[in-house]
C-alpha cells in the first residue's frame, strides 16, 4: 500500500517541543519532495515547510521560523518537523505531502494528519 504515515503529535504546552515524523511505505521517498501542511479548526491550510528530495534546499513560512526545522533521513524513508519553542497558534493538525516539484503541488501523496495541541 502506498502511504504517508505521520506521527509524533500530541499535547504540549506553550514553549515546548515535539517532533513530527512522515514515514512513506510502499514506495520511495528520496525521489520526491516533501512539504508540511497544517490546519487549525476554522482556518485554512497553510503550508509550513518544505524540503528537496536531496534535503539540500529548505523552506520555511514566517510565523515558523527559528523554531521549526525540517530534515530527512532518505535511507529511513522518513522526513522530520522538528518543532520548538511551541505556540497555541501551532494548535493544528500537521500533514505531509510528496510531490515532484519543490514546494509546490500538485501532491501525489498526503498523510491522514497528526494533531498538535498547544496549551496549558
Known amino acids: 500500500q502506498l502511504q504517508l504515515v505521520e506521527s509524533g503529535g500530541g499535547l504540549v504546552q506553550p514553549g515546548g517541543s515535539l517532533r513530527l515524523s512522515c514515514a512513506a511505505s510502499?514506495?520511495?521517498?528520496?525521489?520526491?519532495?516533501i512539504r508540511w501542511f497544517r490546519q487549525a479548526p476554522g482556518k485554512e491550510r497553510e503550508g509550513v515547510s518544505c524540503?528537496?528530495?536531496?534535503?539540500?534546499?529548505?523552506r520555511y513560512v514566517d510565523s515558523v521560523k527559528g523554531r521549526f526545522t525540517i530534515s530527512r533521513d532518505n535511507a529511513k524513508n522518513t522526513v522530520y518537523l522538528q518543532m520548538n519553542s511551541l505556540k497555541p497558534e501551532d494548535t493544528a493538525v500537521y500533514y505531509c505531502?510528496?510531490?515532484?516539484?519543490?514546494?509546490?503541488?500538485?501532491?501525489?501523496?498526503w498523510g491522514q494528519g497528526t494533531q498538535v495541541t498547544v496549551s496549558s
Open positions: 505531502a510528496a510531490g515532484k516539484y519543490y514546494c509546490l503541488g500538485p501532491y501525489d501523496y
Open positions: 510502499g514506495f520511495t521517498l528520496g525521489y520526491y519532495h
Open positions: 524540503i528537496s528530495s536531496n534535503g539540500i534546499s529548505t
